[in-house]
């Protein structure tokens, strides 16, 4: 059988363009002992694949021009040679971008059987939930009573960090790029939303939005957004700095923040991190985050592109804030 597949076409220069991305056809081979056929049914566009897009080295290695693209992905089984991996059995790799594949199920997780989308084992359920109560719980060590600022606060991570920082008992200051997102961060429950993009002076409306300072910064964009969380931070304040979307287009070096000083006269500590590193402590975020979402504590956020066409269009949308909740493309 035929599998649709999307490769990386050229490397893109600032924002992607459709014509970095090419699709192609592929026969797959026939199953042998211990393999499966799996067809899959949802994948992920995440702005970390941005960086892969870079021929350069890094915490993952780079996409390569002509090789098909990896991603989060959740498929079905529809043959197998695997006992392990039955027909019909659900399951989670890093095998998107593609229709179809067959493996020997070496780097691929079973779902368990749940009333609720698999879908959001790719979303609040997988790396992005875990990646907001890895920054808030094991990095930033959020307190009841702190004062949370988040970045990119309607995204996959961020509308999870901004959940769970008011069950954490935090009054959440969040940061967004359009009025819509603000308001339905509203409705989740955060204290104050800031639109960014019609903000003159974000140090300003930061300082607006919460007079008595911030404790904890949760750190998605960079940029003007660091400079201001840097005016803002109380004493010993801490920041969890999970990404930098705001860079990931730059075709020259960005200037850095000019209040670095800051760290010093706030005595701040500031951490990156990676949440692969903290992959073994994924039972215990699951089950939280299952009870969470079973009892609507936590709200799923979804934004679905149909088709695997639509892949890289889905993809660069994340620049361009096409999306609240997880961005996810939904295979036919
Ligand atoms: N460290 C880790 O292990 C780890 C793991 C997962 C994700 N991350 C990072 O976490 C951040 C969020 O990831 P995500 O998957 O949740 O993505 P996401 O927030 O769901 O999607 C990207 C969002 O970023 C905002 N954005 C795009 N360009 C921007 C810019 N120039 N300035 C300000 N905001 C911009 C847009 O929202 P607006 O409409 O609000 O602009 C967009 O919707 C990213 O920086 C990502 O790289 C890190």
């Known amino acids: 059988m035929n599998a649709n597949q999307i490769l990386l076409n050229s490397r893109p220069e600032g924002l992607p363009t459709a014509d970095n991305f090419k699709q192609t056809s592929v026969e797959l081979p026939t199953i042998t002992s211990g393999e499966f056929l799996v067809k899959n049914l949802w994948m992920s566009v995440d702005p970390y694949m941005r960086g892969r897009m870079i021929d350069r080295e890094s915490y993952i290695a780079p ?14 089984v529809i043959e197998s040679n695997n006992p392990e991996f039955p027909i019909g059995s659900r399951v989670s790799a890093m095998h998107g971008w593609r229709s179809h594949y067959v493996t020997d199920g070496s780097d691929h997780t079973r779902l368990p059987n749940t009333p609720m989308s698999e879908s959001h084992f790719l979303g609040v359920l997988g790396m992005p939930g875990m990646t907001a109560w890895t920054g808030l719980t094991r990095i930033a060590a959020l307190k009841e009573g702190d004062t949370l600022f988040v970045s990119g606060a309607a995204g996959a991570v961020g509308s999870v960090v901004c959940q769970l920082g008011k069950l954490m008992g935090a009054k959440v200051v969040a940061s967004v790029g359009s009025d819509e997102k603000a308001a339905h961060l509203r409705d989740l429950g955060v204290d104050a939303v800031i639109n960014y993009k019609t903000t003159k002076d974000l140090s300003a409306a930061l300082k607006q939005a919460a007079p008595q300072g911030i404790d904890v910064y949760f750190e998605n964009v960079g940029g003007e957004h660091l400079t201001a969380a840097l005016n803002n931070m109380n004493d010993h304040g801490r920041i969890a700095v999970c990404g930098m979307i705001s860079q990931y287009n730059d075709t020259a070096p960005t200037p850095g923040p000019n209040n670095l000083g800051m760290i010093i006269i706030k ?41 695997l066409e639509q892949a890289p269009a889905a993809f660069i949308g994340l620049f361009e804030g096409k999306n609240r909740g997880k961005m996810l493309v939904k295979l036919d």
């Not at 996409?63 to 992905?73: P, Y």
């Not at 975020?285 to 079973?294: E, N, P, S, V, Y």
């Open 63 to 76: 996409f390569q021009i002509g090789q098909v693209l990896e991603g989060g992905s959740i498929g079905e």
């Open 267 to 307: 005595k701040l500590k500031i951490e990156g991190f990676i949440v692969f590193e903290h992959w073994d402590h994924y039972p215990e975020f699951a089950k939280q985050m299952g009870q969470w979402l079973a009892t609507g504590a936590v709200k799923a956020e979804q934004t679905i592109y149909q088709g």
